[in-house]
Each structure stands twice: as C-alpha cells, then as structure tokens.
C-alpha cells in the first residue's frame, strides 16, 4: 500500500517546492495535497521546516520514494509481527471499485498468514464514496468498541 507516485508536471512539482507554510497547501488541488499528505506520512523530516517533510523531487527523488517503499506495510509487516499481534484490532475495508483493492486485499492475506488477527471489509464504491458515512456507520463504532484506556495515563 505504498502511495503510488507519478510523475509531476514541472509547474505542479514547483507548486509543491514553493509552499512556505502548512496553511498555503489548501489552495493547491487535491492530488497535490495527497502528494503532500503521503509525504508527510511516509518522508516525514523534523529538519525541512516548513513542512517538515521530503518530497519526492528532484535529487532527493529516488531517495524519497526508497522510503515510501520500505514504510509501505506490506514491506514492513514481517519486522513487526509481535508487535501487531499486540493490537486488540485491526480493520481494513476498501471499494470495490478503489485501485487500492488489491493491495489492500493482499494486505489482509499476509496480516492472515502471520497469525495477526484483523477484519477485512469490501463495500461497494471508489477510494472516497461515502467518507462521512464510512466513518459514522463503520469507523467509529470500530474504535468505541476495540479501544482501551485501562492501564493508561
């Protein structure tokens, strides 16, 4: 499930390198916000203020995208068995209509052949139809029954 990168169109690649703060990155369109938004998740830099991540351009280009790769969680899946094994629940749904599918699905089998329990949903629409109610109906329901705050501070 590593963000699949394009290529960037110099004028988009410009966009992107010219931001001087998180607020200015609301006018941009939204597949460079998601550029933006995968970058921030999978090339965070707490040393490249203003956003304090590295984007896949120009010479940092091919290492970048090495660390979207080694982040993508079919990559790191085996390193970190024992530790997903720990988690009271994992969920993953996608749309069926959603390019994501298939790793997602992948995703799911190799979660199942490490012993790491987890729930797998497929509903009918893309990558966005029906956020809101994903998150009302399916989302926080999820989490008001799997998470526990005994033993916290």
Same mark, same amino acid.
Do not use: C
């Given at each position: 499930?590593?963000? #699949?990168?394009?290529?960037l169109?110099? @004028? $988009? @690649?410009?966009a !992107?390198?010219?931001?001087?703060?998180?607020? *200015?990155?609301?006018?941009?369109?939204?597949?460079?916000?998601?550029?933006?938004?995968? /970058?921030a998740?999978?090339?965070? +830099?707490?040393?490249?203020?203003? !956003?304090?991540? $590295?984007?896949?351009?120009? $010479?940092?280009?091919?290492?970048?995208?090495?660390?979207?790769? /080694? &982040?993508?969680?079919?990559a790191? =899946?085996?390193?970190?068995?024992?530790?997903?094994?720990?988690?009271?629940?994992?969920?993953? $749904?996608?749309? *069926?209509?959603?390019?994501?599918?298939?790793?997602?699905?992948?995703?799911?089998?190799?979660?199942?052949?490490?012993?790491?329990?987890?729930?797998? @949903? =497929?509903?009918?629409?893309?990558?966005?139809? +029906?956020?809101?109610? #994903?998150?009302? *109906?399916?989302?926080?329901?999820?989490?008001?029954? &799997?998470?526990?705050?005994?033993?916290?501070?």
């Amino acid at each position: 499930l590593a963000p #699949r990168m394009a290529a960037l169109k110099p @004028e $988009d @690649e410009a966009a !992107l390198l010219a931001l001087k703060s998180p607020a *200015d990155s609301a006018t941009l369109p939204f597949l460079l916000r998601a550029q933006l938004a995968s /970058a921030a998740a999978w090339s965070p +830099n707490p040393k490249a203020p203003p !956003l304090y991540l $590295d984007l896949p351009v120009g $010479d940092k280009q091919q290492q970048v995208l090495g660390q979207w790769a /080694a &982040n993508a969680p079919l990559a790191f =899946i085996p390193q970190y068995v024992a530790g997903l094994r720990r988690y009271n629940a994992i969920a993953l $749904d996608v749309g *069926d209509q959603d390019s994501l599918r298939f790793d997602t699905a992948k995703l799911h089998e190799v979660m199942d052949s490490y012993g790491i329990a987890n729930s797998f @949903e =497929i509903y009918p629409g893309t990558h966005v139809s +029906n956020v809101a109610f #994903r998150f009302q *109906d399916f989302v926080m329901p999820f989490f008001s029954r &799997n998470l526990s705050f005994q033993g916290a501070r």
